[in-house]
């Protein structure tokens, strides 16, 4: 019986503990030096492209994976029930594989959950000299130096 419950706590420990090594994605924030004081997206603009900049997505890699807390639920929930298996020894076997096993189903679910997908930031400088700062998932044939038309968020080479 303690050596079930000592199986248990130090599951959840690892549990816990791995979690500290998460990674979290490094996205920096939009911002612009001027900006236009009307909404930006309320009217059509000009203006050529000053800068690009590639915002990575947390698709899944090893650096933007995480452990985070549908891991530790997961891992938790899993060695409970694998603790309702069986006895003796088989026991203890079942709340480890069930730890591993929630801990895995658990991050899964998160991991999907929390997907974002690669974007751009355009920073484009209007003609009346302000700054103004798109986010786009595509930048299609857009380049530095593009002379370009903003039309309700949407911008495009002209």
Known sequence: ???????????????????????????????????????????ERYGVVDDIQFIPGSKGGIAGSGVGAGTIIGGVVGGVLGHQVGGGTGQDIATVAGVVGGAVVGHELEKSSQQQNDSYNIRVRLNNGDDLMINVENINDLRIGDRVRIDNGQISRY
């Open 1 to 43: 019986m303690k050596t079930s419950k000592l199986i248990i706590v130090m599951s959840i420990a690892a549990t816990t503990l791995l979690s500290g090594c998460a990674n979290s994605p490094n996205h920096q924030p939009v911002s612009s030096s001027r900006s236009s004081s009307s909404n930006a997206y309320s009217t």
